[in-house]
Structure formats: structure tokens, C-alpha cells
């Protein structure tokens, strides 16, 4: 079976690798000449996807930028980004490219799936229109369906192969082809009874945690009014064995998925009379963070007498989350960004994010940075930096991970 690819992401590249080591082969497609011209040489840019492993898969894969080449395929998964616009409305433009140019090359017995993030509708009203006009019949002639990706980038727990996989097509028989397909990867598939029941099954899942963070962010913030230990809390609660969901607080939201998603829904629900207020809330409470997380920086600098203008302070971690380099809607940037624009002299260290040209910095070795600094900030835990030993080298840090908070010490402070 050869399987195509649209869109090379986070998504898409390592969809892409295992099914050419599951022996299948993979035409994967991407608008981007220079993704597609780096892959082709066995460099990959997601770092999930090692250099070694995308060398063990060349073989089997073929990187294209002409969507002609994916008529050969015979199941084809879109990847591609679905983004907010200025006006924080679903940005459709790169899905319904990609729909519009499979038009043109569908066949029958194709199956498609759409595997972006989006709102329940998404796959029956804009996808088949664009795909039919092929000429085609969607659940007759080729099959379709959603099958939302569940990948944590920097996970290792979890795999594709051990995530469940959730699919729903347009007929029962477009889900079976889907399952088909998936089950040559994943060792759970879970067939739901409509594209809309799977695609709103993915923004439940999204909203879920966006909400829960938001829950123990506004806890964290009224913790420390009360001078409370918000971890202590927070580990105490999880021992419950039921009832309750461990979620830490962090310095704010960030990633391709849950400062996005969610307003997908939001946008849909709007036509059905409905206003999502747990949405709303948790992106308002979420995006207070790093004003929070600026608030307690200055006061750590007031504490030692110095104010935030003319301060160094040393960044850790810049990207959203560990042990990866996406830094989209990272809330690291905003904390940058207000600390700049208060004269304060910004340096950070982050293995996994080169340079920050937009805010004129380039990561810099720890050592460096902490030379001479007022203050560090741990903004993302990031594995193999050793962040006692920052604490216990900077004049203060202030950690908003926990990744400290058994040092006990007065120099070093939590949320
Ligand atoms: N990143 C995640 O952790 C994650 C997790 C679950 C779901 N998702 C969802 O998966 C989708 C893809 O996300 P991603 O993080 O992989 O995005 P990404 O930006 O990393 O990758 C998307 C790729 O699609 C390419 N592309 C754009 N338009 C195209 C077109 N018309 N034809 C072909 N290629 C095109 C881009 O060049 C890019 O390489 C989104 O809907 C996202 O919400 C992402």
C-alpha cells in the first residue's frame, strides 16, 4: 500500500515515518520547497523525527512538492495547519488549498482522511464540495473521513502506535477504509459514527486541558496572594486516587494546539447561538500569565532593591514546552517582550531554540548568560539544564515550572 502525505509538519513527518518503517510506502507533499529539498537529503527539522530514523525511511519516501505525484498513493492524510486569522477567526486557506488540489487528482477507491485540528463540519462542508469537484462522489466513489492527531511533540510515554486512534467517515464504509489504513500503525483504532463526532471529539480533548490549566493558573495566582505553596497543593490534591487530574501551573499557554483550537469551537458555536464561556475564560485567564509572570519578577528585583530598567535577566527556556524548539504562541516571547519593552536587558539559554531574531537575540551558553545577571527566570524546563545548580549560581531566580521547589531556599522563588 503507498500512502500520501499533505503537509510535513509536526504532524505530518512523523505520520510520514511510520509508515515507511511499518513497510509502506510514503509519498509525502509539501507547499514548502526548502522542507521538501531538506528532507529529500535526510535532514529532518522536527525533532521527533531524528536524522538517523528519516535515513532508515528515505528509502520508502518520495518528498514532493507537486500534488500530481500523490495520485499514486492510495490513501491520503492532509496535515496541514490550521491556524486563527488576525481576527482570531479558523484560517481554512492551507486546508482548503490542499482540498482544492486533490480535487484535481482524486480517483476512485481513493480514501482520504483529514487529519487537522478543526471544527465539527469542517470534512462534509468544506472538504467534499472542493474534493466533488473532481466530478467524484465522496462516499460513493472515493472515501473520506476525519481522523484527528493526537501527537504530544516531546512525548515518549505515548507513540503513535499506542495512542488510540479515533476515525470517523462520511459512510460506515469510509470509516472501515480509515480504520484499514490506520491499523497498519496503530495498535487501537476507535471507529466513531460521523467526521463531526471526530472532529469535535479532538476540541473537547483540546478545551479539556486548556480549561484544567487555566483552573490551576488562577489557583497559582490566588495561592500566592494567600502565600501559599500552590505545588504543595497541587501534589497534595493529586494523591486523591479519584475524582481529580493532576495540572500544573506554568507561565502561560503555548503551541500550535490549545491557544488555537479551542477558538475554532468557539467560532462554530457562535452560528448555533451559543457562547463557549469555558473557552473564553480559560484563553483569558491563560493569556494573563506572563503579565503574571512579569509582575513577579518585578517584585523579586524590588526585593533586592533593583529595578526591572537596566537588569539582566537570564531567560531559561523559550520555546512552550520541554524538549522541543516550537516556540509558536510561547508565552516565553510575551514575557520577553514586556521585559524589553521595561529596558530590562534580556539574554536567554535554550538548547532547542537557536536565535529569536525578531527580539534581536540569539541563545547564548549558560554560563554566559548567568555572568553578571540580576535574575533568573525558568520559563521551560527543558531536560539536561541542570536548574538547581542555575538557582543556585544566580543572585534569584524565580521558577514558574516547580522544577526547584524542594531547594527551600530564600533566593529561589516559585509561583
Ligand atoms: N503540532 C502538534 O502537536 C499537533 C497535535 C495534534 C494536532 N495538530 C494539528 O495538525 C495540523 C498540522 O499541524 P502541524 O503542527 O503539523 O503544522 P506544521 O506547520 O508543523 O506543518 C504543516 C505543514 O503543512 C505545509 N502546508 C501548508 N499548506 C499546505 C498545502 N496546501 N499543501 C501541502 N502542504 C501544506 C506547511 O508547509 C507545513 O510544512 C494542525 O491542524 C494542528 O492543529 C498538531
Known amino acids: 500500500m503507498s500512502i ?16 515507511a518503517e511499518a513497510g509502506m510506502d510514503v509519498i509525502g507533499l509539501d507547499v514548502d520547497a526548502q ?17 538517523s530514523r528519516l535515513g532508515g ?27 486563527l486569522n488576525a481576527n482570531r477567526e479558523p484560517e481554512l486557506g492551507p486546508l482548503l488549498s490542499a482540498a482544492r488540489s486533490l480535487g484535481g487528482i ?56 499506542t495512542t488510540p486512534k479515533v476515525v470517523g467517515g462520511l459512510t460506515p464504509a469510509c470509516t472501515e477504509r480509515a480504520a484499514e489504513v490506520y491499523g497498519r500503525i496503530c495498535e487501537r483504532i476507535v471507529p466513531v459514527g460521523s467526521p ?21 493558573n488562577e489557583m497559582a495566582i490566588l495561592a500566592d496572594r494567600m502565600d501559599i505553596d500552590i505545588w504543595e497543593v497541587v501534589d497534595a490534591a493529586a494523591t486523591k486516587p479519584f475524582g481529580f487530574m493532576r495540572f500544573e501551573p506554568g507561565p502561560g499557554m503555548g503551541g500550535h494546539c490549545l491557544p488555537v483550537d479551542p477558538f475554532y469551537l468557539t467560532w462554530r458555536a457562535r452560528e448555533f447561538d451559543m457562547a463557549t464561556e469555558f473557552i473564553e475564560l480559560a484563553g ?18 524590588n526585593d533586592a532593591t533593583k529595578p526591572v530598567r537596566g537588569s539582566r535577566i537570564v531567560v531559561l527556556g523559550v520555546s512552550y ?7 509558536r504562541e510561547s508565552p516565553a516571547l510575551k514575557i520577553i517582550e514586556l521585559l524589553q519593552a521595561r529596558g ?72
Open 4 to 19: 500520501g502525505i499533505v503537509g510535513l509538519g509536526y504532524v505530518g513527518l512523523p505520520l510520514a515515518m511510520e509508515f
Open 35 to 51: 522542507k521538501v529539498a531538506r528532507l529529500r537529503e535526510g535532514r529532518s527539522h522536527i525533532e521527533d523525527v531524528a536524522d
Open 57 to 83: 525511511a528515505l528509502p520508502r519516501c518520495t518528498f514532493s512538492t507537486h500534488v500530481e505525484d500523490l495520485a499514486q498513493a492510495e490513501a491520503i492524510l492532509v496535515c496541514v495547519p490550521t491556524p
Open 106 to 161: 482524486v480517483r476512485p477507491g481513493h480514501i482520504i482522511v483529514l487529519e487537522s485540528t478543526t471544527f465539527p463540519g469542517t470534512t462534509r462542508e468544506h472538504m467534499v464540495p472542493l474534493l466533488e469537484e473532481s466530478g467524484l462522489r465522496a462516499g460513493h466513489d472515493f472515501a473520506l473521513a476525519f481522523s484527528p492527531e493526537r501527537v504530544d511533540p516531546g512525548r515518549t510515554d505515548y507513540s503513535i502506535r
Open 196 to 216: 463531526e463526532v471526530a472532529e469535535l471529539a479532538k476540541l473537547l480533548e483540546n478545551v479539556f486541558r486548556s480549561v484544567n490549566i487555566a483552573l490551576v
Open 284 to 301: 483569558k485567564v491563560n493569556t494573563q500569565m506572563p503579565y503574571f509572570c512579569l509582575e513577579k519578577i518585578e517584585r523579586a528585583l
Open 321 to 327: 514546552k520541554p524538549g522541543v524548539g516550537d516556540i
Open 344 to 415: 530590562a536587558d534580556v539574554v536567554y539559554h535554550d538548547p532547542y531554540v537557536a536565535a529569536l531574531p525578531a527580539m534581536g537575540l540569539a541563545n547564548m551558553e549558560l554560563a554566559d548568560a548567568l555572568e553578571g545577571a540580576d535574575l533568573a527566570a525558568i520559563v521551560t524546563a527543558h531536560p539536561g539544564v541542570d536548574h538547581e545548580d542555575i538557582a543556585r549560581t544566580a543572585p534569584v531566580t524565580v521558577d514558574f515550572r516547580g522544577v526547584t521547589r524542594h531547594m527551600r531556599d530564600a533566593s529561589v522563588l516559585q509561583f
